[in-house]
């Protein structure tokens, strides 16, 4: 029987109000930044997400409070962790670092300053796959190990040494692919620091150390709205795609707000146009007032110094006096919940930080990273000049530098209190990371004299390897005859070939030094011996950049550059010295003639209120100052020699028209196709291929580089070259490969301040592919 037409009505009219009181609803929480299934492209994070949802409905405002408040406990060996929710959640585990678990029984992994040295896509996911075990063995839900800021805006920077460089394509790249392969392990991808903490001077209040004491002298970066999108925003939305759990903000203030209490940083760009899951969480005391933290985007606070308690107690007061809607705090813990649920986080085992976790899998990984990263800079070796690398059949080696040799006081990284407080132009002894949170224990060293001693032991006849590693050149003794003979220069004479290692430190805390010099007097011991010796070869591990005035003396004949060498720095050293691996590392930055040439940018003045660093340099960073500058490096960004040798051919372009989803979350990102609105933001639209043929006579590795060139229809000055592709080959001697690049609508398109969108310019793009950023002999274009 059909019911009367009335009351059809009447379900109708509720119906359709239902509907646009739902709509509506999905509007505003979009509009707020609430988190909701949109975009969601997985469906066990839909299903962590409504389950989320649930336990939070089921919980009380005094469990919802005491779970926002950061719990530490020295019996687990957590950074920190939440407090558990009884019978449905354990307490959560956060812990560092950005080069493994804070354990001396795990693997120091390589830094990311090393590992994006390789320029490989499948080593940067095997470092993380490796890492993100290792965190889910000792029962870590979430890491705080993935960094996308600092980028290397300035070379005096401190902490760049821990993320994936300069370039936002190829940070973006490296992030992606880090948080999908940190989350195939069940442990969440946190992304940090959000975003433009680009110097260690002020980003706390003072000129250098741990603990926030003052907002009012904090750094503040103005960074204007393109710049944002198209450089320090990019790798996050690449985060956000592949499904960060977890996005940490930085102590640094935006424009005047404090990042972490930003409500344009955290919910405008971030939970609205990025559209992301992620809850965020502040670095260690990086927010201040719990009224503005909590409305402005905020989910969890991470305490220390004068801010520890902000949120818990005091958020439940502000909730109850009305001050806050009763409903801010399931947003929170909502976003905190999603990804343990999504990543089944119950199957982790116990937390024990301390759990020997040491293992060969990720050893080789540390190793293939270390080899792979070595960049060779300069050799002098031809058909007739058997100067430089590799070291062919030597008789006699002398081994020179404290960078060569164990530490006088052994693994210091083992001890926090020790390697906080040791001057970073007096470290000695093999360096394999930074210091600060950004760097984890070593379980193990293997120092280059020892590695160098092992392997000249298997030349037939077996080479002499001797050493020197004191920084005073005129050591000598008085043998009665009326002069000193000094122990340095009778061992320069009787050394075939010399071998210097030289290194500077960098760390969490404190930029460097304005001259970027090496540590422990190494450029004078370089300039003495390369006065008395014509086969000087120079082994330079460092953070980044440093001053190299002495690198095209005559008799310096090869140049290693090995960043942070990890762990296995001797075993990787001697293998490419040797010639028994072909160096394949590329420049992640590029390195200057003099110091003068890089562009300061970064606050340097006194203690103030209100400190201003300017970023009115924009996106022209690294490389795109240098070319916008006209001023020609040292050694280009993207650099790096082989033994061997390789030629790229037949550059090809097409128009390929692909859609490319999202591995866990679609963003909220608009792109406009003359002036019109349209979908596919991340789709491809053109593929280039290159053929890369090895035409030496050793196995080796060569990285084509795709950099683009925008029309000069686009409506603001941009760089000369944007990197948009990369690719690692190895080929045999006579081989050859086939790369392909593909690119995107995002890679063809500029921020577009006024439509608050994306905009692809028409007009010819130019395509150029080579070997780095200076050496572009194939070139196409096309027409959009």
């Not at 003396?553 to 090995?562: E, M, P, Q, R, W």
């Amino acid at each position: 029987m059909s019911p009367p037409f009335t009351l059809v009505l009447v379900a109708l009219f509720a119906y359709l109000n239902a509907s646009t009181a739902n709509a509506a609803s999905s509007a505003h929480a979009s509009k707020i930044g609430t988190l909701t299934a949109h975009g969601f492209t997985d469906e066990k994070w839909i299903k962590g997400f409504e389950k989320a949802k649930a336990v939070v409905a089921g919980m009380s405002l005094e469990q919802k409070v005491n779970f926002t408040d950061l719990w530490i406990t020295s019996s687990t060996g957590c950074s920190g962790q939440t407090r558990p929710i009884e019978g449905k959640v354990p307490m959560l585990c956060f812990a560092d670092t950005p080069t493994g678990v804070n354990s001396r029984y795990s693997t120091q992994f390589p830094a990311g300053v090393t590992t994006i040295a390789t320029w490989s896509r499948d080593l940067i996911s095997r470092r993380a796959d490796a890492m993100g075990h290792e965190f889910s063995l000792v029962g870590a839900h979430i890491p705080m190990a993935i960094v996308a800021g600092p980028m290397g805006r300035s070379v005096f920077d401190g902490r760049t040494w821990e993320g994936f460089g300069v370039d936002p394509y190829m940070s973006g790249i490296a992030t992606g692919l880090s948080v999908e392969a940190f989350q195939k392990n069940g442990v969440s991808g946190m992304i940090k620091h959000y975003f433009g903490n680009e110097q260690e001077y002020l980003r706390i209040g003072v000129a250098g150390g741990y603990f926030p004491s003052n907002k009012d002298t904090t750094i503040n970066s103005v960074i204007d709205d393109a710049t944002v999108h198209e450089t320090y925003l990019w790798p996050f939305a690449e985060g956000v795609r592949a499904g960060a759990g977890h996005i940490m903000s930085s102590y640094n203030k935006l424009n005047g707000t404090l990042a972490s209490e930003s409500r344009h940083a955290l919910i405008d760009l971030l939970k609205v146009e990025l559209n992301a899951h992620s809850a965020v969480v502040s670095d260690w005391g990086a927010a201040y007032d719990t009224v503005e933290a909590a409305k402005n985007g905020l989910d969890f606070v991470e305490g220390g110094g004068p801010t520890s308690n902000i949120f818990g107690a005091a958020l439940g007061a502000y909730i109850k006096n009305g001050t806050l809607p009763k409903d801010i705090i399931d947003d929170k813990i909502v976003r905190m919940l999603t990804p343990y649920f999504a990543l089944d986080q119950k199957t982790l085992p116990s937390v024990n930080i301390q759990r020997k976790i040491l293992n060969k899998k990720s050893t080789q990984v540390v190793l293939d990273i270390a080899e792979e990263s070595i960049t060779l800079l300069k050799n002098a070796r031809t058909e007739k000049d058997k100067r430089g690398l590799p070291l062919e059949k030597p008789t006699d080696i002398l081994v020179v530098g404290p960078q060569a040799v164990p530490g006088p006081y052994g693994i210091t990284s083992n001890f926090a209190s020790a390697f906080f407080a040791l001057p970073t132009n007096d470290y000695n002894g093999t360096i394999t990371n930074g210091l600060g949170s950004g760097g984890s224990p070593a379980p193990y060293v293997v120092d280059p004299l020892t590695a160098i001693s092992q392997r000249a032991r298997k030349q037939d006849p077996p080479t002499y390897v001797d050493w020197y590693y004191s920084s005073d050149t005129s050591a000598g003794i008085d043998l009665g005859f009326g002069f000193a003979t000094k122990f340095l220069d009778a061992k320069i004479s009787s050394s075939g070939q010399v071998v210097i290692f030289a290194s500077t430190m960098a760390m969490e805390g404190y930029d460097r030094d304005a001259s970027l010099k090496l540590s422990n007097g190494a450029d004078e011991m370089i300039k003495y011996i390369a006065a008395r010796h014509k086969d000087v070869i120079i082994v330079v591990s460092a953070p980044g950049p440093v001053a190299m005035d002495w690198a095209s003396h005559a008799n310096i004949t090869a140049i290693l550059y090995t960043y942070f060498p990890t762990t296995e720095a001797g075993t990787a050293i001697a293998s490419v010295l040797f010639g028994d691996v072909s160096p394949s590392g590329k420049l992640p930055f590029t390195l200057a003639k003099k110091v003068s040439d890089y562009p300061v940018n970064k606050y340097d003045g006194p203690i103030k209120s209100n400190p201003v660093a300017k970023f009115s340099e924009g996106v022209f960073l690294d490389y795109k100052h240098f070319e916008q500058k006209g001023i020609k490096p040292l050694y280009p960004y993207g650099f790096g020699m082989t033994y061997t040798s390789f030629s790229l051919s037949d550059l090809a372009i097409s128009r390929t028209p692909k859609h490319r989803k999202a591995a866990v979350r679609e963003t909220n990102e608009r792109l406009f196709v003359e002036g019109k609105a349209v979908s596919g933001l991340y789709d491809v639209v053109y593929t280039a291929r290159v053929k890369v043929h090895n035409t030496g006579k050793v196995a080796g590795a060569e990285v084509p580089q795709l950099y683009l060139t925008f029309p000069l229809s686009t409506p603001r000055k941009m760089p000369a070259h944007s990197l948009r592709g990369f690719d690692k080959v190895h080929l045999k001697p006579g081989h050859s490969a086939t790369v392909t690049f593909e690119l995107r609508n995002k890679d063809l398109a500029v921020w577009d301040v006024k439509r608050q969108g994306w905009t692809i310019p028409k007009g010819t793009y130019k395509v150029s592919v080579g070997t780095d950023s200076s050496t572009l002999p194939l070139s196409k274009t096309f027409v959009y």
